[in-house]
């Protein structure tokens, strides 16, 4: 069966558009999925790292067949296409691209953690998350991604700079 999954993508070492636009590719492709949506791309200041280049960040929406953790898989070899290493944890990357909503699935495992366990906590993601999908809202929410996105007080540079189009 079909399943919405939401991925955060995000890039802040080498033309970074053009790896977030190659990665909307990458994933239609290598994900065998159906792009829905693609937020507009912000310019973002780096989270809890100092001593780093700003990041574009995106969201996308995606439908695919593929399970939770195939998806995952896949996400970790088109970030490995795109010149991350494993050990760039809180380093600048090329490209890093997260699993933040699986349909309505909730789900811990080793390496893989649905939702994604600070998606509420980051206006990088949530204000990307609330163009394409304000409405959404999560079992374990009792807000929708818009209404958590007012409540919230961001101090972070999220600035919306461009585009990228999908066919």
Same mark, same amino acid.
């Given at each position: 069966?079909?399943?919405?999954?939401?991925?955060?993508?995000?890039?802040?070492?080498?033309?970074?558009?053009? %790896?977030?636009? #190659? =990665?909307?590719? #990458?994933?239609?492709?290598? !994900?065998?999925?159906?792009?829905? =949506?693609?937020?507009?791309?912000?310019?973002?200041?780096?989270?809890?790292?100092? /001593?780093?280049?700003?990041?574009? /960040?995106?969201?996308?929406?995606?439908?695919?067949?593929?399970?939770?953790?195939?998806?995952?898989?896949? @996400? @970790?070899?088109?970030?490995?296409? $795109?010149?991350? /290493? =494993?050990?760039?944890?809180?380093?600048?990357?090329?490209?890093?691209? #997260?699993?933040?909503?699986?349909?309505?699935?909730?789900?811990?495992?080793?390496? !893989?953690?649905?939702? %994604?366990?600070?998606?509420?906590?980051? &206006?990088?993601?949530?204000?990307?998350?609330?163009?394409?999908?304000?409405?959404?809202? $999560?079992?374990?929410?009792?807000?929708?991604? &818009?209404?958590?996105? =007012?409540?919230?007080?961001?101090?972070?540079?999220?600035?919306?700079?461009?585009?990228?189009?999908?066919?």
């Amino acid at each position: 069966m079909k399943q919405l999954v939401y991925i955060g993508l995000g890039s802040n070492l080498g033309n970074r558009f053009t %790896h977030l636009e #190659d =990665a909307i590719s #990458d994933i239609s492709y290598g !994900l065998q999925s159906e792009i829905l =949506a693609v937020s507009s791309i912000y310019e973002t200041s780096p989270v809890g790292v100092e /001593n780093q280049p700003d990041f574009l /960040n995106c969201v996308c929406l995606i439908k695919t067949n593929l399970e939770p953790r195939q998806v995952l898989n896949k @996400l @970790l070899a088109i970030e490995k296409k $795109h010149g991350r /290493n =494993a050990s760039s944890v809180n380093l600048p990357r090329p490209l890093d691209l #997260d699993i933040l909503l699986y349909g309505e699935l909730s789900l811990k495992e080793t390496g !893989l953690i649905v939702p %994604h366990p600070r998606i509420t906590e980051r &206006a990088f993601v949530l204000i990307p998350l609330a163009e394409i999908s304000p409405d959404l809202k $999560h079992n374990l929410w009792e807000s929708s991604v &818009a209404e958590i996105l =007012a409540s919230s007080s961001f101090f972070d540079k999220v600035e919306k700079v461009g585009s990228i189009r999908c066919n």
